[in-house]
């Protein structure tokens, strides 16, 4: 089994910045992809960005040039630096890892972007 473990939710005012972090662990084997989704009340699930084993990204365009997804040095650990934060933004984030085809989630962190 795979364990992911997030963190850096949390409220902010519009115009501020977060850093979503998700540790892996476990049974992994070779990391395909770890990304975000997140899921808006009363919206749909919307992938926010992922990176794959190579270090290619790819971004929702509602995050594009204001989110950052990257490894940081461990490779099963995932980071989203998300900065100029809309309300729009809020929701809860969760992320993902597909490791030899299986997806594992994380619990989920309330990101609130409010004044």
């Known amino acids: 089994q795979v364990q992911l473990v997030e963190s850096g939710g949390g409220l902010v005012q519009p115009g501020g910045s977060l850093t979503l972090s998700c540790a892996a662990s476990?049974?992994?084997?070779?990391?395909?992809?770890m990304g975000w989704y997140r899921r808006a009340p009363g919206k749909q699930r919307e992938l926010v960005a992922f990176?794959?084993?190579?270090?290619?990204?790819n971004y929702a365009d509602s995050a594009k040039g204001r989110f950052t997804i990257s490894n940081g040095n461990a490779k099963n650990t995932v980071y989203l630096q998300m900065n100029s934060l809309k309300p729009e933004d809020t929701a809860v984030y969760s992320c993902?890892?597909?490791?030899?085809?299986?997806?594992?989630w994380g619990q989920g962190t309330q990101v609130t972007v409010s004044s």
């Open positions: 993902y890892v597909n490791s030899g085809g299986y997806v594992s």
């Open positions: 990176i794959t084993s190579g270090g290619r990204t």
């Open positions: 476990g049974s992994i084997f070779s990391i395909n992809t």
